[in-house]
């Protein structure tokens, strides 16, 4: 289908362009990416800067990602539009599974719960599970993304600050945490029994775009009602992190309307 306006989708295709594996990006690269012209590069990502969702270093002449798009990013996650994006998948398989469902990304040291739905039981808490903080080392839900970081930047993050004790089952030691964190990379999943709540267990997977894990979706229960159907749901929550992935990922035209 052609993009309704040219120069929106050149811009658009551009700035879609910085990712972890493109950080920064000349002029001539831009030109030589999307086939055009280098002043029709130049003026798209001038536009771009002059805007905020860009900034360029005079030394090198080059691009990154501008403070522009922390805010937009920022205040589509705070203002609920992350949660309307993934409620759906939740409620579905919350429906199919009858447990809790919840889906939670990094924040600092901690997990923190984006959205939930609830599962046949009812809610596990009297105000919700959105906004909740999970602790690196304590649980499930934090495990399985924690788990899939470079062992350096988990350590980084981890081991420079005491850890509490939430409960008699929960882990502070390094070594033991690393052993609990190699699972999450050999099996695919996390599960915790009363790491951080006494009386709850977690099933919890990473939820990756691409290669890159962006976060975790859980299913949370009393630890009864869990641990004997641990086998059986693996799959469907499984099921549940790919939709989940492919709703995070942003939409890839390939090059810029007019380019090659």
Same mark, same amino acid.
């Given at each position: 289908?052609? !993009?309704?306006l040219?120069?929106a989708?050149?811009?658009?295709?551009?700035l879609?362009s910085?990712d972890? $594996?493109?950080p920064?990006w000349?002029?001539? &690269?831009?030109?030589? %990416?999307?086939?055009? &012209?280098?002043?029709?590069?130049?003026?798209?990502?001038? @536009? +771009?800067?002059y805007?905020?969702?860009?900034v360029? &270093?005079?030394?090198?002449?080059?691009y990154?990602l501008?403070?522009?798009?922390? *805010?937009?990013? *920022?205040?589509? %996650?705070r #203002?609920?539009?992350?949660?309307?994006?993934?409620? !759906?998948?939740?409620?579905?398989?919350?429906?199919d599974?009858?447990?809790?469902?919840? /889906?939670?990304?990094?924040?600092?040291i *901690?997990m923190?719960?984006?959205?939930?739905?609830e599962?046949?039981e009812?809610?596990l808490?009297v105000d919700?599970?959105?906004? $909740?903080?999970?602790?690196?080392?304590a649980?499930?839900?934090?495990r399985a993304? /924690?788990?899939? +970081?470079?062992?350096? #930047?988990?350590?980084?993050?981890?081991y420079?600050?005491p850890?509490?004790? /939430?409960s008699e089952?929960t882990?502070?030691e !390094?070594?033991?945490?690393?052993?609990?964190? @190699? $699972?999450?990379?050999? #099996?695919? *999943?996390a599960?915790?029994?009363?790491e951080? &709540?006494?009386d709850?267990?977690? +099933?919890?997977?990473?939820?990756a775009?691409?290669?890159?894990?962006?976060?975790t979706?859980?299913?949370?229960?009393?630890t009864?009602?869990?641990? /004997?159907r641990?086998?059986e749901?693996?799959? !469907?929550?499984?099921?549940?992190?790919?939709?989940l992935?492919r709703?995070?990922?942003?939409?890839?035209?390939?090059?810029?309307a007019g380019?090659?």
């Amino acid at each position: 289908m052609r !993009p309704p306006l040219q120069t929106a989708d050149r811009l658009l295709s551009v700035l879609q362009s910085f990712d972890r $594996e493109h950080p920064e990006w000349g002029v001539s &690269d831009v030109a030589k %990416e999307f086939g055009l &012209d280098k002043s029709v590069a130049q003026r798209l990502l001038a @536009a +771009l800067a002059y805007r905020g969702f860009l900034v360029s &270093d005079p030394r090198s002449r080059r691009y990154r990602l501008g403070p522009a798009v922390w *805010h937009l990013a *920022h205040g589509w %996650e705070r #203002d609920g539009g992350l949660a309307r994006l993934v409620g !759906p998948p939740l409620q579905v398989l919350a429906a199919d599974t009858g447990v809790s469902t919840l /889906f939670a990304v990094p924040d600092g040291i *901690h997990m923190r719960c984006v959205a939930s739905a609830e599962g046949a039981e009812g809610p596990l808490r009297v105000d919700g599970l959105a906004g $909740e903080l999970y602790p690196a080392h304590a649980g499930a839900t934090s495990r399985a993304y /924690f788990g899939m +970081l470079a062992p350096r #930047d988990r350590a980084a993050l981890l081991y420079t600050r005491p850890m509490a004790r /939430f409960s008699e089952r929960t882990i502070v030691e !390094p070594a033991a945490l690393e052993e609990r964190f @190699a $699972e999450v990379r050999r #099996d695919g *999943h996390a599960y915790s029994e009363g790491e951080y &709540d006494p009386d709850t267990a977690a +099933l919890a997977v990473p939820v990756a775009v691409g290669r890159r894990a962006v976060g975790t979706l859980s299913l949370v229960a009393s630890t009864d009602a869990l641990r /004997f159907r641990r086998a059986e749901l693996v799959g !469907p929550l499984l099921r549940g992190a790919v939709e989940l992935g492919r709703l995070l990922t942003p939409r890839r035209p390939g090059p810029a309307a007019g380019g090659r």
